[in-house]
């Protein structure tokens, strides 16, 4: 076994995709499948028959266990290996929930293989993946650069962002008008240089502004 290779995991409930990303991946060099799995019990059962995967595909939506409570799972009994989460939809809720158990940030299904290839290696180097969503000047904050300065409302409003509270349920919790609530999300994107709610919560969470 080549030792540089980066070692990786698929675990996801549909089959053929399970086995064209892994056939896929395959065809790279810099990469080694250790094993599949189509749901988090499966993929604990072969974490002990296999060598540690490095980074760690996981689905979201499976049966039995789903990336959820895999992912959680993970990090209390195997903190060194990464997840990277795959997602149908480009959805906030379900990606903040990912990431709040430990997913170190996601792609699209539909990605392209060397798009995948590219993730895999950015999380397995950084420890967090950030795509379109999230720019370059973010992953120099997540790896060092100081905090800008938030308001008290703005850093309120942030802490919310990291729950499941959509943006109106935030503005009723925090006393304020949906446009309110608009001009901090404004705010926050132009001083973190971000898009979406999703980049917010991924610099909270690895600059270790919130914990969860």
């Given at each position: 076994?080549?030792?540089?290779?980066?070692?990786?995991?698929?675990?996801?409930?549909?089959?053929?995709?399970?086995?064209?990303?892994?056939?896929?991946?395959?065809?790279?060099?810099?990469?080694?499948?250790?094993?599949?799995?189509?749901?988090?019990?499966?993929?604990?059962?072969?974490?002990?028959?296999?060598?540690?995967?490095?980074?760690?595909?996981?689905?979201?939506?499976?049966?039995?266990?789903?990336?959820?409570?895999?992912?959680?799972?993970?990090?209390?009994?195997?903190?060194?290996?990464?997840?990277?989460?795959?997602?149908m939809f480009e959805e906030d809720k379900a990606v903040i929930r990912m990431i709040r158990s430990?997913?170190?940030?996601?792609?699209?299904?539909?990605?392209?293989?060397?798009?995948?290839?590219?993730?895999?290696?950015?999380?397995?180097?950084?420890?967090?993946?950030?795509?379109?969503?999230?720019?370059?000047?973010?992953?120099?904050?997540?790896?060092?650069?100081?905090?800008?300065?938030?308001?008290?409302?703005?850093?309120?409003?942030?802490?919310?962002?990291?729950?499941?509270?959509?943006?109106?349920?935030?503005?009723?919790?925090?006393?304020?008008?949906?446009?309110?609530?608009?001009?901090?999300?404004?705010?926050?994107?132009?001083?973190?240089?971000?898009?979406?709610?999703?980049?917010?919560?991924?610099?909270?969470?690895?600059?270790?502004?919130?914990?969860?």
């Amino acid at each position: 076994m080549q030792t540089d290779r980066i070692l990786i995991a698929i675990v996801d409930d549909h089959t053929l995709f399970r086995d064209g990303v892994a056939s896929l991946m395959r065809e790279f060099k810099e990469l080694q499948v250790v094993f599949e799995a189509e749901n988090g019990e499966q993929m604990q059962q072969m974490l002990t028959k296999h060598p540690l995967p490095q980074v760690i595909l996981m689905d979201i939506n499976m049966p039995v266990m789903d990336g959820y409570d895999a992912t959680k799972w993970l990090r209390e009994h195997y903190p060194q290996i990464r997840v990277l989460a795959l997602s149908m939809f480009e959805e906030d809720k379900a990606v903040i929930r990912m990431i709040r158990s430990g997913a170190g940030g996601y792609v699209l299904k539909e990605s392209k293989p060397r798009e995948l290839l590219e993730a895999i290696k950015a999380i397995n180097e950084k420890g967090v993946f950030v795509n379109e969503m999230v720019s370059g000047k973010l992953l120099r904050r997540v790896v060092g650069d100081s905090t800008p300065d938030f308001s008290r409302k703005e850093f309120e409003f942030l802490r919310l962002c990291c729950s499941e509270l959509t943006y109106k349920e935030i503005a009723e919790q925090m006393f304020v008008s949906p446009r309110t609530v608009d001009n901090y999300r404004e705010a926050l994107f132009l001083k973190l240089n971000v898009k979406t709610r999703t980049g917010l919560v991924l610099y909270a969470i690895q600059n270790e502004i919130f914990k969860f």
